[in-house]
């Protein structure tokens, strides 16, 4: 392994223990991956091993050309497979899955979480898409694979940008959120419990609200984020 697979290990290896101090995992539930695309490999975590006794030993690397991993030690988490179509599809650096409660309680109901304010809109502009159900030939052939070509199929199907809405909702299963890095893409997923549980509340406040208008949510999303952002410091 060469010393920018190993940085990489140990970066992989925060972000992982990163789910666990925000609250966003329990059991041995949820990981994070993250890619080098110049050594062709990504890093995710081991399969079933408790995060208390996690270390950068336990970040398995996968070649990003086969998704095999190249090492044997360990096996690597059995989402490696999702983490790999989206690696392929989107140009991330970093992948997060986790079952926090309010956003796994969404793609459980099969619903998006709307934008229904600026709050949503500073970090995702639009709602966060849920994928169709999966069928019985994808869950029993491939299923982790197919859970990924399920939501790159979601975003070519809804003409979602994967940059403005890094983020989806598999249904019956869970959040899945990507970034520029590991730690970008735990962020991300921090941030979308935050809007599940905001948007759950303001259902019951007011089920029937009126959805924004458009300019506004592009305001709010265009402060952060591309060439004309101008929130925060240079």
Request: charged residues 25%; negative net charge.
């Amino acid at each position: 392994m060469s010393l920018m697979a190993e940085a990489l290990r140990e970066q992989v290896c925060r972000a992982n223990l990163d789910l666990v101090a925000r609250g966003l995992v329990m059991g041995t539930f949820g990981n994070v991956s993250g890619v080098d695309r110049d050594a062709g490999l990504f890093v995710i975590k081991a399969s079933g091993v408790p995060y208390a006794e996690l270390t950068a030993e336990h970040m398995v690397p996968i070649s990003l050309e086969t998704g095999k991993p190249l090492e044997t030690r360990f096996r690597p988490s059995s989402d490696t497979p999702t983490h790999h179509e989206l690696y392929l599809a989107f140009p991330c650096g970093g992948v997060a899955h986790t079952h926090s409660e309010f956003a796994t309680a969404f793609a459980q109901a099969s619903t998006p979480v709307k934008c229904m304010g600026t709050t949503h809109a500073d970090y995702f502009r639009g709602d966060i898409p849920v994928t169709r159900p999966m069928t019985l030939e994808e869950v029993e052939t491939e299923y982790e694979r197919n859970t990924g070509l399920v939501i790159v199929e979601t975003f070519d199907t809804l003409g979602l940008s994967d940059e403005e809405v890094p983020a989806a909702l598999v249904a019956n299963h869970g959040p899945f959120t990507w970034g520029r890095d590991a730690f970008e893409a735990v962020d991300r997923a921090d941030v979308l419990e935050f809007l599940a549980r905001m948007e759950f509340r303001r259902r019951g406040i007011a089920p029937d609200a009126p959805e924004p208008a458009e300019f506004l949510i592009h305001k709010h999303f265009s402060r952060k984020h591309g060439r004309g952002a101008y929130y925060g410091q240079k």
